[in-house]
């Protein structure tokens, strides 16, 4: 389990490792606000792996996959705004992608990354998405984490259940108990796993109380959103999707309620035309918290 310190948690692989923690300042049209990133291997290494996480994630998510990739890549794993050590927005509006996409620009300017590879889990994959889409883009392989151009309805509905509603707990074990519980579709984990899985959310508040550690306010572009809002930006994605020019992998829980089968299907036949891995036993998403998903990553980065 994590310990916290100044109110915050330290994962042990964070410990063990050394990774940098480190900040770049982006703007928005509400101000600049500050994004926090960790970077791991050499700070010199020209080959960097960017690694994006989920809507309510962190970059610890990436810890077991920057380790074992940090005697290649200098690995660069940032929070999202609004989440972790990032500021959040003073205008919850702009918690949006074209937002995301930007201030991921702003990061690879600070990075000084002429090319870059890029893993990015849901949400993640989404900015990864659009970003490959780009004339002149940097990236040169991505790997998409169950997500595509076209999202189910009903598991953005149940995601969105839970982004907006804050839950304090006044001891850890309930907090992790609570990840695992809305969590369940990341498959099988230790019992280790799952606190890690928890302690890198968390922190404590004023009163000592665990709480999740992002913006409640994540959850009100999303519920924003309209009928027609959603198919504008699906016909959007593809648009983006089609664009994509660089090999690209895309992982699927096999029982994914997120990524529908056809539509991963769809997005080996066109666009990028994807390399399809699929996980047995595992909803949205792949932690990439285990061997063999590290290794399919791995070989497919540095084939």
Not at 8 to 14: A, G, Q, R, V, Y
Not at 181 to 191: K, L, N, Q, R, V
Not at 266 to 280: I, N, Q, S, Y
Request: charged content about 20%; overall charge negative.
């Amino acid at each position: 389990m994590s310990e916290p310190i100044d109110g915050k948690t330290t994962s042990f692989t964070e410990k063990m490792t050394h990774a940098q923690h480190k900040t770049v300042q982006c703007l928005s049209p509400a101000g600049l606000h500050t994004m926090a990133y960790k970077e791991w291997g050499d700070p010199l290494n020209p080959n960097v792996l960017l690694c994006l996480h989920g809507v309510t994630r962190v970059s610890g998510d990436f810890d077991s996959l920057a380790l074992a990739s940090s005697d290649t890549y200098r690995v660069v794993c940032p929070d999202v705004v609004g989440r972790g050590r990032s500021d959040w927005m003073r205008d919850p509006q702009y918690y949006v992608l074209p937002q995301y996409v930007s201030d991921t620009v702003t990061l690879l300017a600070r990075v000084n990354a002429e090319t870059v590879d890029c893993v990015g889990t849901s949400m993640g994959g989404l900015i990864g998405m659009i970003l490959a889409s780009l004339k002149g883009t940097p990236l040169r392989r991505l790997v998409l984490n169950d997500v595509g151009p076209a999202l189910n309805t009903a598991a953005l509905d149940r995601i969105g259940t839970y982004i907006g509603q804050q839950r304090r707990f006044s001891e850890f074990d309930q907090l992790a108990e609570y990840i695992r519980e809305i969590s369940a579709s990341f498959g099988p984990h230790s019992e280790q796993e799952w606190r890690k899985l928890a302690s890198d959310v968390a922190r404590q508040d004023a009163d000592g109380q665990w709480i999740l550690h992002y913006d409640q306010a994540l959850a009100l572009p999303l519920r924003a959103a309209t009928t027609e809002s959603r198919q504008h930006a699906e016909a959007m994605m593809w648009a983006a999707y089609d664009a994509i020019t660089c090999p690209t992998l895309l992982l699927r829980g096999a029982e994914s309620d997120l990524l529908a089968p056809e539509v991963a299907q769809a997005m080996t036949r066109r666009g990028a035309r994807a390399k399809l891995v699929e996980f047995p036993g595992v909803g949205h998403a792949p932690t990439l918290l285990h061997a063999d998903q590290i290794a399919i990553v791995k070989d497919f980065l540095l084939a």
